[in-house]
């Protein structure tokens, strides 16, 4: 009786030392990972899954589900945003470049330049006194002052589009519109907050 209820006693036991046994031999060489808890290990942890994603990670709306504490850049870790923008909204690289005596006239998403053969063509030049008098002004351009005190520069006969720039003597105008066409014609609405204010203009032209 006492020889039975020996072996009923020592027998699980022995099964737990096998199995304890068993554990502390994985455990030398490999230990769980602990939940909640700080891992240290020497080598790399690897993750396999044949079948599948190996690893999903699921954090609140206002935490990140990964934190780490190198700026290391690691390899083929590829993201779809980068401050909340596709890769599409951003810009690359400028590629390629324009011959002589052109410009860059767009640059592309993908960063391809698209260029222009426009050049600058010839200069003319109006100088307006005070009350709207043109006192030098080449053929084709035409100053009036308005009744609000602002002036209308028109011109005409230009080589292709024209752009003014003008400055004011003492006080700088402030261009109100302008229109500008194809053909060498348009007008621009300058305004020195009514002041009487003489004035020079250089009108440039993009043949």
Known sequence: MRTRLLTRILAPAA???????????????????????????????????????PLSLAAGASAPPLTVNSATQVAHLNADYLDGLHAGALQRRVTGSCVARSAVLAVSAAGAVTCSAQTYSVVWQVLVSADGSQQVAHAGVSVARTSSGDYTLMWNGFPG??????????????????????????????????????????LVAFG
């Open 161 to 202: 589009r024209a752009v003014p720039y003008c400055t004011g003597i003492g006080r700088s105008p402030v261009l109100v519109s302008m229109s500008s066409d194809d053909d060498g014609s348009g007008s621009a609405r300058l305004s020195f907050a009514a002041a009487d204010t003489a004035f020079s203009c250089a």
């Open 15 to 53: 099964v737990a030392l096998l199995l304890l046994g068993g554990g502390v031999a994985t455990a030398a060489t490999a230990t769980a990972v602990l939940v909640g808890r700080t891992n240290t290990a020497t080598h790399a942890t690897v993750l396999a899954n044949p079948h599948g994603t």
